[in-house]
């Protein structure tokens, strides 16, 4: 057989040893696309690019500020360094070498992020805030409120927004372990980075306490851990954020209308009569607050049988109920937005830490669920039902 001829490989070997170097910009520039996963900003934005070097052989060094010392998500900001700049084309190898910020470069960056103001501000307070705040309230506990929480928040993150959950069941907190993470924030001076899971950022008591240690605190002490759960964790740019009330109408619900007046609430019942006249004193606080109360879910509305019939094992119409006597105490329109049945596996995803709505999304529960995530998603903020602190003037 004829010898193939040796010149494209001696061609190859000649253009491999004349191509360029890659420049350290073009490594930065691979970096502007590497986002800080609890503050989800450029980490060249945010000064965490310490130094860059790219030697003749193509081996890129990139030395990385972590903000604390121990940083949770120092892997995560590993890997994702290493994936931009081995994307660049020349780099052969890349070493990322991390260091930890000094007090000087952690009080820049929570000025940069949240201003020059010692006391932290409720960014969801303010007049030009677009975030939309929802409140998940019942009239009592053992009604889902919790389920439904997570799963709408879980829904609406897999569809593309930035949402945050508020566990605001200081003494009953549950929403960490249904999302199914176990992280604790991280502490960068004044700001708290909240851990995420499934694409929402969540905050809880529950980070900060040893095991199932209960919280014994009185009203004053749960109304400065809401405002510390709203003021000093920096959310970033939220679409939504969801705070999962305690049952019933008691500080933390009078605490929320005064920290975010603008708080809207949604009131999550069950089919039988006597949760139902619960919920309906649970959504009346609106009338005190001057909060829009925007809808009614009825949870464990029926259990849908083999032969495809509905077993109303808790009776029926508790929620149609709810909405229509809250219409008549509001004068505005209170729909039914959802009637989610009975499913085992909503319990059990909740264990496992996986939301039903991403575990099983064509069941009839995540169906549901979906329905009502999108009519939140997709509501636009305004003043209609809204109560107003306003009085007619005399003419």
């Not at 060094?61 to 604390?68: E, R, S, Y």
């Not at 960056?109 to 705040?133: D, H, K, M, N, Y």
């Not at 740019?237 to 969801?242: G, K």
């Not at 049988?305 to 509905?310: N, T």
């Amino acid at each position: 057989m004829e010898s193939r001829p040796t010149l494209n490989r001696k061609v190859g070997a000649t253009v491999a040893s004349t191509q360029s170097v890659p420049s350290v910009d073009a490594v930065k520039a691979a970096l502007d696309g590497v986002h800080d996963p609890e503050i989800n900003r450029p980490i060249t934005e945010l000064g965490m690019v310490k130094d860059v070097t790219v030697a003749a052989d193509g081996t890129a060094k990139v030395a990385v500020w972590l903000t604390v010392a121990g940083c949770p998500m120092r892997d995560t900001i590993t890997s994702r360094v290493t994936a931009a700049v081995s994307a660049v084309p020349g780099i052969r190898d890349v070493r990322v070498e991390l260091d930890v910020m000094s007090d000087a470069q952690r009080t820049a960056l929570r000025r940069q992020l949240r201003g020059t103001a010692e006391e932290p501000r409720i960014p969801f307070a303010e007049p030009g805030s677009l975030t939309r705040v929802y409140c998940i309230a019942s009239g009592k506990g053992g009604v889902g409120k919790s389920s439904v929480t997570v799963n709408l928040a879980a829904a609406m993150a897999d569809r593309g927004l930035s949402v945050g959950v508020v566990d605001a069941d200081i003494y009953g907190h549950s929403v960490p372990g249904m999302l199914g993470t176990s992280a604790r924030p991280t502490q960068v001076e004044k700001m708290i980075m909240p851990p995420a899971a499934h694409g929402v950022k969540v905050i809880s008591i529950g980070m900060f306490t040893k095991d199932n240690t209960p919280v014994v605190w009185r009203g004053p002490m749960l109304h400065r851990a809401l405002q510390q759960f709203l003021a000093d964790v920096f959310w970033g740019d939220l679409d939504v954020l969801l705070l999962d009330l305690p049952p019933g109408t008691g500080d933390i619900a009078i605490s929320v209308a005064q920290l975010v007046p603008t708080a809207e609430i949604l009131v999550v019942t069950t089919p039988q009569r006597a949760a139902a006249e619960v919920a309906q004193r649970a959504g009346a606080i609106a009338l005190q607050t001057r909060q829009r109360l925007i809808g009614v879910v009825e949870n464990m509305s029926w259990l849908e049988m083999p032969d495809g019939s509905r077993n109303y094992l808790f009776g029926s119409g508790g929620g149609q109920v709810v909405a229509d006597s809250l219409t008549r105490a509001l004068g505005s329109d209170v729909p039914l937005m959802g009637q989610i049945p009975l499913d085992p596996q909503l319990r059990e995803s909740g264990d496992a830490g996986t939301p039903l709505v991403l575990a099983n999304p064509t069941s009839p529960a995540s169906v549901v669920l979906r329905g009502i995530a999108d009519r939140l998603a997709t509501r636009s903020r305004g003043l209609a039902g809204r109560l107003l602190s306003v009085s007619p003037s005399a003419r």
